[in-house]
């Protein structure tokens, strides 16, 4: 019990304070574009782990790979456990240049077992446009096993059907962007909201000038580039970008069935209302009834399993709460429920369709 209440309180006081983020936390600059790049390749060096005979196109693969070496096999005679076919996927943005590393995810295509201790043959990645924009290869890490024998145990930590290669990806083209216009610039959120797009105008404003930025609408804020600093746009940016802002966001609640994870945000609000919270417990026990003969009969020894079922109610009592308007507030409510995570989603969801949390309720 002691862990389920210090779990309430840590999952509700990690949001507690609000602390100013930078411009380069919450916001991109237009003129920056990001490239998705994928490609099919082949992971070699598998311990007979990798892709059997009913992935043909595993097999088409080998048979492809090794005639460009000169090399005829007939498709009957290959093997392909040691081999697994993947795709190989990797995100790239506009300012790296030509001969960059990058790390690249690889994830098993064929039916594969364990991609564990592979190494990734050069594949050519391309983005949408089919243009091919870097290479890829390397040793896989995957970071979990997974070992079974022959006589059906089985063994396994994390994923191996997908794994990553590190700084395994490089960069043969540019990607190309629009550049950065030295006049105006548009900042552009990733989590759109019209208090946090004002915040950031009046910041820019405070530090370059009243009439710098405008916001335009929850996602976008237009920069009006001053005159003396336009020579120097990489300077500029530079300064935007280390403006500290005072971030707002919808007050949620999310919930994870599943794990039994559960997470509130700041703003969460608990308006008053009285909480009851018990559980019903139904155990079903067992009590062998044994029949034994006389002696000398002909009888036989029977045993009649009798399970008798039991049914017990959780003791619980109703608990007024009087409001909580912050999380540290919240937190000390559900304490007084002296209740598992478990169920604190049950309450979070009856609090809901009660109308007494003031929160948007998300389950994942």
Not at 124 to 138: E, F, N, R
Not at 207 to 222: H, L, M, P, Q, Y
Not at 323 to 344: F, M, R
């Amino acid at each position: 019990m002691k862990k389920a209440i210090k779990y309430i309180s840590l999952f509700l006081l990690l949001f507690g304070a609000i602390k100013a983020q930078r411009v380069k936390d919450i916001a991109f600059i237009s003129g920056q574009s990001t490239e998705q790049v994928i490609g099919y390749g082949l992971v070699v060096g598998l311990a007979g782990t990798g892709d059997s005979q009913r992935s043909s196109f595993t097999i088409q693969s080998i048979t492809s790979m090794l005639q460009r070496f000169g090399v005829t096999v007939p498709q009957s005679e290959l093997k392909t456990r040691n081999v697994a076919a993947v795709m190989v996927t990797a995100s790239l943005q506009s300012s790296l240049k030509p001969g960059v590393r990058f790390d690249v995810t690889v994830s098993s295509l064929g039916d594969s077992k364990s991609l564990t201790g592979g190494t990734l043959l050069m594949t050519p990645l391309s983005g949408l446009d089919g243009k091919v924009y870097a290479t890829a290869q390397g040793p896989m890490s995957v970071g979990g096993y997974d070992f079974s024998t022959p006589s059906g145990n089985r063994v396994a930590k994390n994923h191996t059907a997908a794994g990553r290669v590190p700084r395994g990806g490089l960069l043969k083209f540019e990607i190309e962007s629009d550049g950065f216009n030295s006049n105006e610039l548009k900042i552009y959120l990733r989590e759109p909201d019209l208090t946090t797009a004002s915040n950031v105008a009046n910041a820019v404003n405070t530090t370059f000038g009243e009439g710098s930025a405008k916001a335009i609408d929850a996602s976008e804020i237009r920069i009006t580039v001053p005159e003396a600093r336009s020579e120097n746009l990489i300077g500029f940016l530079a300064d935007l970008e280390s403006i500290t802002v005072v971030t707002d966001f919808v007050a949620k609640v999310v919930l994870n069935e599943r794990t039994g994870t559960v997470v509130a945000g700041t703003n969460v609000i608990i308006q008053p209302v009285t909480i009851s919270h018990g559980g019903l417990n139904i155990d079903i026990r067992s009590y062998p009834i044994i029949s034994q003969p006389g002696a000398f009969s002909r009888g036989e020894t029977t045993v009649f399993n009798n399970l008798v079922p039991t049914a017990t109610q959780d003791s619980s009592r109703a608990i007024a709460i009087q409001g909580a308007s912050n999380v540290q507030e919240v937190a000390a409510a559900l304490n007084s429920l002296k209740v598992s995570p478990k169920d604190i989603i049950a309450i979070f969801q009856a609090l809901k369709e009660a109308g007494a949390l003031v929160a948007e309720l998300v389950i994942i």
